[in-house]
């Protein structure tokens, strides 16, 4: 009877311990997640080296709790803050590197390629996968892929589409116990609302500096 009391408890104390660990590494990436957004909302360069770090360590916290789609995301996202350091710097040399603007006809072309996609993936989760609520995830995923691409190409726009997809993470991170993550994704769409004013008003000034 001792040994069945022993062993539950250092199960019980083993998984405390993981637990605690996974909130540690949680509030690392938060942090550096939050300073990656603030940066972009400056046009700051820097913000690619925070959104690098943030994403790697959430490549590893949501293969965790089984959310592959937003793990796969992140792996991408790894890539893209290379890329976008690679954009935003090309830009600086050669005084190309404005925030512009894309058409309604091209983001509504844009959002049923998406949409096509995510539902196909949401299919093939749903069927050849254990990924927790596998539309969602596959949705965000495949909508925050071509947006995190609008941002290094300094689309106006992909603020908006950021508003959508962080409420409906929200959702997800709730429903994994990701609590931290959660209040950060509310943070979010705060600050991506302020993002896009903040890029338009930018935007208006390069208009008045290219008249005059």
Not at 52 to 71: D, N, Q, R
Not at 142 to 150: D, E, G, S
Not at 162 to 172: A, E, G, K, Q, T
Request: charged share 10%; aromatic share 16%.
């Amino acid at each position: 009877m001792t040994e069945f009391w022993s062993a539950l408890l250092n199960t019980f104390t083993g998984a405390l311990s993981e637990a605690n660990a996974l909130t540690a590494w949680e509030g690392i990436a938060v942090i550096l997640a939050a300073a990656y957004l603030l940066l972009a909302m400056k046009g700051s360069i820097w913000c690619w080296f925070a959104a690098f770090a943030s994403t790697a360590i959430y490549t590893a916290l949501f293969w965790k709790v089984s959310l592959l789609m937003e793990s796969v995301l992140n792996v991408y996202y790894m890539a893209m803050a290379i890329y976008g350091f690679q954009q935003w710097s090309k830009g600086k040399r050669d005084d190309t590197g404005g925030v512009i603007s894309w058409s309604l006809n091209r983001h509504l072309k844009i959002i049923a390629v998406t949409a096509a996609i995510s539902l196909l993936m949401g299919y093939l989760m749903a069927n050849h996968t254990s990924a927790s609520f596998p539309y969602l995830d596959a949705a965000t995923t495949c909508y925050a892929v071509m947006t995190t691409y609008l941002v290094a190409k300094k689309v106006l726009e992909n603020w908006l589409y950021w508003v959508v997809i962080d409420l409906v993470s929200i959702y997800l991170y709730l429903q994994k116990g990701l609590m931290l993550t959660s209040l950060l994704f509310i943070l979010y769409v705060g600050m991506a609302i302020g993002g896009y004013f903040l890029w338009r008003s930018t935007m208006r000034e390069q208009d008045l500096a290219t008249v005059s």
